[in-house]
C-alpha cells in the first residue's frame, strides 16, 4: 500500500540524548515536511524538503536536525539542545501535480516522544 | 502574524444535526490553497477538503462542504447530519503557492452528542 510510515509510534528519551525519527515514504512525493503539535495545539513546522538533498528551517527549528539524502526517507533528529522534546511529531509529503487539489499534503499517523 | 484564526476552541452538536467550524485566514498571495482536516484521538491526520483561491464554487466531499467567502477571507467547514464518529479535532489550514508547507490553525473539538 502507498503511504507515509512512521516510527516509532512511540519513544521514550532520557534528558541529554539525541534521538532520530524516521519518516518513509513510497508515495514519489517531492516534498516532505515535519510538525510537531503539542497537546491541545495545532501543527508547526519544524523542517520542510523540496528536493533531495535540500531542506529549510521551518518556525520552530531550533533543537532539531534532519537529512534529505533519499526522495522517500526525511529523518528527524531531536537534539539534547531541544529543551522541550515531548510531544507529538508529524512527518508528511507532497507533490506539485496538475490539478490543485491534488496537491494535498497527506500525512503519517505520527510519533509520541517523551523524556523521562 | 497569525495567519489561520479559528475562533472556537469547542463545539457540540447534536447527532443528525449540521453544524458549522469557522475559520478566518489572512495572506496577501493571489494564489492559495485552502485545507480542512480532521484529528480523531488516534492522533493521524485525515484531509477532509480543499479550497482553491480560485475556485468558483464552493468545494463540496459528501457531507463536507466549505463555505468559502473570499472578500471576508473565510473557509468554514460545514458538516451535515453528524455522526458520533465526527467527535475529532478539525484544523483549518492554508498554503500559498504549490509544495509549500501548510500553515495551520489553533483547531476546533467537535463533540457529537447522541
Known sequence: DGGITQSPKYLFRKEGQNVTLSCEQNLNHDAMYWYRQDPGQGLRLIYYS??????????????????????ESFPLTVTSAQKNPTAFYLCASSTPLATESENTIYFGEGSWLTVV | AQKITQTQP?????????????????TSDPS????????PSSGEMI???????????NATEGRYSLN????????????SASQLGDSAMYFCAMREGRNTPLVFGKGTRLSVIA
Do not use: H, P
Not at chain 1, 56 to 62: F, M, S, T, Y
Not at chain 2, 47 to 57: E, K, P, R, V
Open chain 1, 50 to 71: 523540496q528536493i533531495v538533498n535540500d531542506f529549510q528551517k521551518g518556525d520552530i527549528a531550533e533543537g532539531y536536525s534532519v537529512s534529505r539524502e533519499k526522495k
Open chain 2, 47 to 57: 484531509f477532509l477538503i480543499y479550497q482553491g483561491s480560485y475556485d468558483q464554487q
Open chain 2, 32 to 39: 492559495y490553497g485552502l485545507f480542512w482536516y480532521k484529528q
Open chain 2, 68 to 79: 468559502f467567502q473570499k472578500a471576508r477571507k473565510s473557509a468554514n467547514l460545514v458538516i
Open chain 2, 10 to 26: 469547542g463545539m457540540f452538536v447534536q447527532e443528525k444535526e449540521a453544524v458549522t467550524l469557522d475559520c478566518t485566514y489572512d
